[in-house]
């Protein structure tokens, strides 16, 4: 397992997680929210999770589930737990995971 800090300055690891998956290695994030606040508060992701009835928190993690993207997530708040159990309640479209995808691809 590869577990590195997930956020823009890097790319968010578009030259590792590739190779990871080639090497048939499992590619885990951390500081997901934490170092990404210019994603959750991107336009496409606050409407998306508006359709949704979700948080933007729980829209990029969903994204990031059904694109084989494995995140540390270490709450000890109950509630935030639930929360990011509850994104396996809903799945999104390919167009939609093309359309957060994007946001990451628009980053430096």
Same mark, same amino acid.
């Given at each position: 397992?590869?577990?590195?800090?997930?956020?823009?300055?890097?790319?968010?690891?578009?030259?590792?997680?590739?190779? *990871?998956?080639?090497?048939?290695?499992?590619?885990? =994030?951390?500081?997901?929210?934490? *170092?990404?606040?210019?994603?959750?508060?991107?336009?496409?992701?606050?409407?998306?999770?508006?359709?949704?009835?979700? =948080?933007? *928190?729980?829209?990029?993690?969903?994204?990031?589930?059904?694109?084989?993207?494995?995140? =540390?997530?270490?709450?000890?708040?109950?509630?935030?737990?639930?929360?990011?159990? /509850?994104?396996?309640?809903?799945?999104? /479209?390919?167009?939609?995971?093309? =359309?957060?995808?994007?946001?990451?691809?628009?980053?430096?």
């Amino acid at each position: 397992m590869i577990q590195n800090r997930f956020y823009a300055k890097t790319r968010y690891d578009r030259d590792i997680r590739p190779s *990871a998956e080639r090497e048939v290695l499992f590619y885990q =994030s951390f500081w997901t929210l934490t *170092a990404n606040p210019e994603v959750l508060a991107a336009p496409d992701l606050i409407e998306l999770a508006a359709k949704y009835g979700r =948080s933007p *928190a729980q829209m990029f993690f969903r994204y990031l589930d059904a694109t084989r993207h494995s995140v =540390s997530d270490r709450h000890v708040v109950k509630d935030h737990m639930q929360q990011d159990l /509850s994104i396996f309640e809903f799945r999104l /479209s390919p167009e939609e995971c093309e =359309s957060l995808g994007a946001l990451l691809l628009r980053s430096p």
